[in-house]
């Protein structure tokens, strides 16, 4: 595989920290730019709506401008407007720059540009190659942005995420050639997004995130309420996130371009059964000795998906190979909606019957990715 598909790697590290680097400070931002800590949230859910409602948009009227190009423009307006934020005298300031943002973030399609560096029997390896630096972004970037941060005040997390992105702008400028798109842009790109076939695997998507964070945006409390562990020892079931994800990446980069419906229903199954795991953990009494078989099924969740993701951006780019970069801003807007609707799906669970039952709510969302999996990933591409 092209070794320069690494700093494609490095382009997704860059803005994947910049994204959610200051999320662990929101606290001290909120208190700092005096408003409430409710506010101050919206600048993570800002930035998170724009990218999702303007990605593909963005995407489609940028399709045939050099990826290349894209790529560094994006990056370096990722790396000017974080060193502003570091900046900013005032709240209504800090989000303003948020959404514009979000609105730069969307340029940055390093998953396109790297399938147009490798043949196409390589490009789901290529692909898991460069997702690899979103993991490694919540595994070790943005724990270190949280780091800095809480050493030398918020603002110094917006100059390191900036200066990570100015880095990765001049690595992707002088490091990767010309890579003139084939992709045809305007509205024919968008319209690609009514085509069956490419709903059922932006379903598969949607399915996959939101069954898993039906349990991912309760992991706390489900610690606390399984090994009665509370405070910086949730972290350490945490770590299983990443280091699951981390598997997964390498696995679905491995099986990506097996093609076929068989591996994603498998990983579905795998995720059901990991969610199912959960319910039935919740459901006993709460003891220490539950911290292994719950690490193992934080693992097992985290892993199935981040092994999923590749293999749905692959069909995708085999299916809309003129309007790769739609697709995949596509893509980016369902996972965002398969988050928070499963965050809300498994709120109104707990609301409902109680926390115990997430598990099971999050399994039924997995076993109908499944169903659809096999819809979505039949055909050959």
Not at 43 to 63: E, K, Q
Not at 221 to 232: D, F, K, L, Y
Not at 243 to 257: F, H, K, N, W, Y
Request: proline share 4%; hydrophobic share 60%.
């Amino acid at each position: 595989m092209d070794r320069r598909v690494w700093l494609l790697t490095g382009a997704q590290f860059a803005a994947a920290t910049g994204a959610y680097a200051f999320t662990g400070l929101i606290a001290r931002m909120a208190e700092d730019l005096g408003v409430s800590l409710a506010t101050a949230g919206q600048l993570a859910a800002s930035y998170a709506l724009t990218f999702a409602i303007a990605g593909p948009p963005i995407a489609a009227l940028t399709a045939r401008v050099d990826r290349r190009l894209l790529l560094a423009v994006g990056l370096g307006l990722i790396a000017l407007l974080n060193l502003a934020t570091a900046a900013v005298p005032d709240f209504a300031t800090a989000l303003a720059l948020r959404v514009v943002t979000a609105l730069a973030a969307a340029l940055v399609l390093p998953a396109v540009a790297a399938s147009m560096l490798v043949p196409a029997a390589q490009r789901g390896r290529a692909i898991a190659t460069v997702m690899a630096g979103l993991t490694l972004a919540f595994s070790f970037g943005i724990p270190l942005g949280t780091a800095i941060g809480g050493a030398l005040g918020w603002r110094a997390t917006f100059v390191f995420s900036g200066s990570l992105a100015a880095v990765a702008a001049m690595a992707v400028w002088l490091g990767l050639p010309r890579l003139p798109s084939t992709d045809r842009g305007g509205a024919g790109s968008l319209r690609m997004a009514l085509r069956p076939d490419i709903i059922a695997v932006l379903g598969t998507s949607l399915l996959a995130f939101a069954g898993l964070f039906c349990i991912a945006a309760y992991l706390g409390p489900i610690v606390t309420a399984t090994t009665r562990i509370e405070g910086s020892g949730i972290g350490a079931v945490q770590v299983f996130v990443g280091l699951g994800s981390l598997l997964g990446i390498g696995l679905g980069g491995r099986l990506a371009d097996d093609g076929g419906a068989r591996v994603p229903v498998a990983l579905f199954l795998v995720l059901t059964l990991a969610l199912l795991g959960y319910s039935a953990l919740l459901a006993q009494s709460p003891a220490l000795w539950h911290v292994a078989p719950l690490s193992l099924l934080v693992f097992a969740g985290s892993a199935s998906l981040f092994a999923l993701a590749p293999l749905v951006q692959a069909r995708l780019m085999g299916l809309a190979p003129q309007d790769r970069s739609v697709a995949l801003a596509l893509n980016g807007a369902f996972i965002l909606a398969g988050q928070g609707s499963g965050a809300a799906y498994g709120g109104v669970v707990i609301a409902a019957v109680g926390l115990a039952w997430t598990g099971l709510a999050g399994a039924m969302l997995a076993l109908a990715g499944a169903a659809l999996a096999l819809r979505a990933f039949r055909a050959p591409r």
